[in-house]
């Protein structure tokens, strides 16, 4: 298997811009999570969804994220509209239930000029 | 909710030095432990993990950790590190019924490791 795949890798883009990361969790995986990471707040959990059902969304930061997962393959975040604070990088993660082990993505790093 | 503290937030260390960090986690019942690692500029991965059964759990790479229940912690340890143990090393906790099968992670330990 690929393993978690996202992109894209690194976006650059304006503040006001919508911006859209994408995530492929791995095949037979039922647990998709969203993380951010910057310097000052360290890893946090944005949001996860179980069989492509959000269960948690406390973590997101306000209205202008918002998370979607229309099938088992494939999981998007959307930042709308950008800002600068948004900068960081985001982390998708997948896990089968029964392994409590999850796999991580490369991350996408965002910045927002 | 399930919380998670890792008290030594920059570690730094000569090689062949010992090493132990520290994990400690709020919850009062059952839980899956685990240490992942970050080397720079790279993603999260799985160093060990604790289920149940034997609390000193061994992972990859020389590392090793030890679940104390009464204490709360999931230390890990490593008797010898290396240059290219460089990295952040986050401890994880996901409890197991009413925690929501999330994990929750702490803050990170920075680990350099000198020549």
């Known amino acids: 298997d690929a393993g978690v795949i996202q992109s894209p890798r690194h976006e650059v883009t304006e503040m006001g811009q919508e911006v859209t990361l994408r995530c492929k969790p791995i095949s037979g995986h039922d647990y998709l999570f969203w993380y951010r990471q910057t310097m000052m707040r360290g890893l946090e959990l944005l949001i996860y969804f179980n069989n492509n059902v959000p269960i948690d969304d406390s973590g997101m930061p306000e209205d202008r994220f918002s998370a979607k997962m229309p099938n088992a393959s494939f999981s998007t975040l959307k930042i709308q509209p950008s800002e600068p604070r948004d900068s960081a990088v985001y982390f998708c993660?997948?896990?089968?239930?029964?392994?409590?082990?999850?796999?991580f993505g490369e991350g996408s790093r965002l910045t927002v000029l | 909710a399930q919380s998670v503290s890792q008290h030594n937030h920059h570690v730094i260390l000569s090689e062949a030095a010992s090493l132990e960090l520290g994990c400690n986690y709020s919850y009062g019942g059952t839980v899956n432990l685990f240490w992942y690692v970050q080397y720079p500029g790279q993603h999260l991965q799985l160093l060990l993990k604790?289920?149940?059964?034997?609390?000193l759990v061994k992972g990859i790479k020389g590392f090793e950790a030890e679940f104390i229940k009464s204490k709360f912690s999931f230390n890990l340890r490593k008797p010898s590190v290396q240059w290219s143990d460089t990295a952040e090393y986050f401890c994880a906790v996901t409890a197991l019924r009413g925690g929501g099968n999330k994990l929750t992670f702490g803050t990170g330990t920075q680990l350099k490791v000198e020549l």
């Open positions: 993660a997948s896990r089968w239930l029964y392994t409590g082990e999850l796999f």
């Open positions: 604790y289920f149940s059964g034997d609390p």
